[in-house]
């Protein structure tokens, strides 16, 4: 069993922060944009609630994610655990701009092309259910990231 060195724990802090940072402006920004492109008002104070817990939705699995590698970390872990944790994070970076994207591009055409009828009540079914099924698939990429992506150890 190998720990992790500093560069990758010096890494991982790293991307902790930017999990915070990319919740925030995932879901700040993107509504920010949608109302630029459909000359809308941004308003900030009306929308506060909904914003934070659609950031917190995003922001759970990578929440767990760092409570998996603390406990990991603590116990005697993989010696490629570097790699199970990038592909981890990677997974559900991507599952994420890929469905937080949608759901900005569905609102967008929903003004743009004036369609008619409620909210899509399935896509708010999903994003309620978002943290579990990012955290499902960064489950698998860690174990995919474990078993299939090797370091070279000199």
Known sequence: MKNMDSKELKIMKKLEILAIIYAVATIWMGDYIVSI???RSYDFIEQFSPRMIQTVLIYVPFGALLICRKII?????????????????VGGGIASILLWGYYFYDGYTYIVYEKSGGANIGLGIILIASPILISSLMCGCYFIGL????????
């Not at 970390?73 to 994070?89: C, E, Q």
């Not at 078993?147 to 000199?154: A, F, L, Q, R, V």
């Open 37 to 39: 492109l459909t000359n």
């Open 147 to 154: 078993k299939y992506i090797h370091k070279d150890e000199n």
């Open 73 to 89: 970390t603590k116990t005697n872990y993989p010696k490629n655990i570097f790699n199970g944790l990038m592909s981890a994070y």
